[in-house]
């Protein structure tokens, strides 16, 4: 057997180049091969939504060099092209990774993004999160609409955040998990499946059970929300994990895996 997890780690939202390279030498302690830090942010309300463009070579600047792949969510595809047009000036061999969120999912921006994608000359990988509503078709389908746009299925990654709660939901958690639901996307779309405990957990605590809970099961790796000063964080504030958080959650990851045959960590699968 030989499993690899995928691990991407980083703050919710790039703030700043010192936000920044405060986390990844942290990350780098422990050989985290992804770094997220959004550029642009969606937003409940109409509030600060991401750094946006003026970040783009503070994230690749702050990862490529530690050979560490930057991640960014992306909301529209001239996002895409943004960051392609950077890397072309920047380094033409960089990875990189982006992900469409959970209130993302105009099949048409997923496809032109799909599109865009397979057309650049840089190794970019696609992680889809799912939507908000439970509905497993729908789940899916994002792979299918992926393909449809001329992704390769080798870039793609699934990823659970969690579905919104019921009004008489008392979990105390911020969004649903249903790991059944994953683990049976992830069989029928024979496609990496992975999990953000932040978005399901919400703040530090519920983050760090949800993530025990998941060891259980057969996730692909994690997606988890880590800043250097959560207390000062512009978006996200109560469930992005201090780097001791982060420490101990990965010294736990670690026993798990560690303790199954043949499992790899730290090294990116993409
Ligand atoms: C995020 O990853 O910061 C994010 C906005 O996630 P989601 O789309 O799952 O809400
Ligand atoms: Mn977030």
Redesign the pocket.
């Known amino acids: 057997m030989d499993v690899k997890k995928t691990l991407i780690a980083g703050p919710?939202?790039l703030e700043s180049r010192l936000q920044l390279k405060e986390c990844v030498s942290e990350l780098k302690r422990w050989k985290i091969p992804i770094v997220?830090a959004?550029l642009w942010?969606?937003r409940t309300l109409p509030k600060w939504d991401g750094i946006g463009d003026e970040g783009i070579f503070t994230l690749l600047e702050e990862t490529l060099p530690h050979g560490i792949i930057p991640a960014t969510?992306v909301l529209i595809p001239e996002h895409v092209q943004k960051l392609t047009q950077a890397l072309k000036e920047y380094d033409s061999k960089s990875e990189v990774l982006v992900?469409?969120?959970?209130?993302?999912q105009n099949h048409l921006i997923q496809q032109e993004i799909a599109k865009l994608i397979s057309l650049s000359e840089h190794k970019i990988h696609l992680l889809c999160?799912?939507q908000?509503w439970r509905d497993q078709t729908h789940w899916e389908s994002i792979l299918d609409h992926a393909l449809a746009g001329g992704l390769s299925k080798s870039r793609f990654l699934f990823?659970h955040?969690?579905f919104s709660k019921g009004i008489n939901s008392s979990s105390g958690l911020r969004?649903e998990p249903d790991f059944e639901m994953a683990m049976s996307v992830k069989k029928n779309k024979r496609a990496p499946m992975l999990l953000?405990p932040?978005?399901i957990g919400g703040n530090r605590e519920n983050t760090i059970k949800i993530l025990e809970a998941a060891l259980q099961w057969d996730f692909d790796g994690f997606?988890i929300?880590v800043h250097s000063n959560p207390g000062i964080a512009k978006?996200?504030r109560d469930q992005q994990l201090s780097l001791d958080e982060f420490s101990f959650v990965m010294e736990k990851i670690f026993k798990v895996e560690s303790s199954k045959e043949g499992v790899r960590l730290g090294k990116a699968s993409v």
């Open positions: 919710c939202a997220r959004s942010k969606p969510e992900w469409l969120g959970a209130r993302n999160k799912n908000m990823c955040r969690g969004n953000d932040s978005h997606m929300e978006t996200d």
